[in-house]
């Protein structure tokens, strides 16, 4: 979780400041505005990819799955993001 963090905020500020380097002074408050909606957004989407994959696969309720059983599920959810991800 600590690296997921770290990641992201560094993550995070980068793309931002990529995406308004080429935007004109203008219209860096729109452009601001749209790359945070669209983080928000594929975050939300993202989640709700993952927490259906894991709970879909998971054979039981995961609040009493087994630490096997979580594995495979979390293994499963993380295979379908980064599969999601690269049909881009």
Request: charged share 5%; proline share 2%.
């Amino acid at each position: 979780m600590i690296v997921t963090f770290i990641g992201f905020g560094l993550l995070y500020y980068t793309v931002l400041l990529a995406g308004m380097a080429g935007a004109p002074p203008k219209w860096r408050g729109v452009v601001s505005a749209l790359l945070n909606v669209a983080l928000q957004v594929g975050t939300g989407i993202v989640l709700a990819i993952t927490t259906a994959v894991s709970s879909s696969t998971a054979n039981t309720d995961v609040a009493t799955a087994t630490l096997d059983e979580l594995t495979v599920a979390y293994h499963n959810a993380l295979y379908a993001t980064l599969r999601y991800n690269n049909n881009f």
